[in-house]
C-alpha cells in the first residue's frame, strides 16, 4: 500500500476497493490482523451519517479532518471503540469504517482479547468485535496507518463485484434519507 492510496477522493470506491487488503495491529510486542471483509463509507461534510456532517468539528471527530492515511477512532455507546481509515486530503472529513475481518494472525490472541474460545466468523464480524479482537483502543486515534503499530497491506487479493454484497449502513436511522445510501460492503471470502 501506499501514502497516497488513502488520498482518495471516493471514500465509496475506498470502501469497495478495501475489502480484501489486510489490517495488522502490533501491540505490546504481538501481531494480530487479518483480511477486511466489510466496510462503510461516510462522506465527510455532506453526509449525514457521518460525525462532520455540515462540517462539524469537535474534539471527538478532529482527527476525520486529517489527511487521508491516519486512524480514526471513537468509541460507540461508551464501551465499543470503532475503527475508521480517514480517507481524502486534510480538512476533507472522509472515512470508511472497517465493520469486519476475517483473523489470519494472532487468532490465540485475539481469542485471549475477547474471551471466547473458538475462532468463528462471530469473532471479528462487528466493528466493536474488530477493535477488541486487535487490541485497538482510543490509544491508536490519529496512529498512521503505515506505522509499525497498526498498519494495512494489499497483497493482491481482488474481491470480485459479483462477490460484493451492497447495502444501507447499519444504525444511522438519524440520518433520514443518507441511511439509505448503500455504502455499506460486504465481500463474501469465509
Not at 89 to 100: E, M, Q, Y
Amino acid at each position: 500500500m501506499f501514502p497516497d492510496y488513502f488520498l482518495g477522493t471516493d471514500v465509496v470506491f475506498l470502501a469497495k476497493d478495501l475489502l480484501g487488503k489486510y489490517v495488522f495491529t502490533q501491540i505490546d510486542g504481538q501481531i494480530a490482523g487479518g483480511i477486511i471483509t466489510e466496510t462503510e463509507a461516510y462522506r465527510g461534510i455532506t453526509d449525514r451519517a457521518s460525525h462532520a456532517y455540515g462540517g462539524r468539528r469537535t474534539q471527538r471527530n478532529e482527527m476525520m479532518y486529517a489527511a487521508g492515511g491516519v486512524a480514526y477512532i471513537f468509541l460507540c455507546y461508551g464501551m465499543h471503540h470503532m475503527l475508521n481509515f480517514v480517507t481524502n486530503a486534510k480538512d476533507v472529513p472522509d472515512a470508511v469504517l472497517i465493520r469486519g475481518i476475517q483473523p489470519t494472525h494472532g487468532e490465540e490472541l485475539m481469542l485471549k482479547r475477547t474471551g471466547k474460545n473458538r475462532c468463528t466468523p462471530a469473532l471479528t464480524d462487528g466493528p466493536g468485535k474488530v477493535c477488541k479482537a486487535l487490541g485497538i483502543t482510543m490509544s491508536e486515534n490519529g496512529t498512521s496507518l503505515f506505522s509499525d503499530r497498526l498498519w494495512v497491506e494489499d497483497r493482491g487479493m481482488v474481491v470480485p463485484d459479483n462477490q460484493i454484497i451492497t447495502g444501507p449502513r447499519v444504525g444511522v436511522d438519524y440520518a433520514g434519507e443518507d441511511a439509505k445510501l448503500p455504502w455499506r460492503f460486504r465481500g463474501k471470502m469465509r
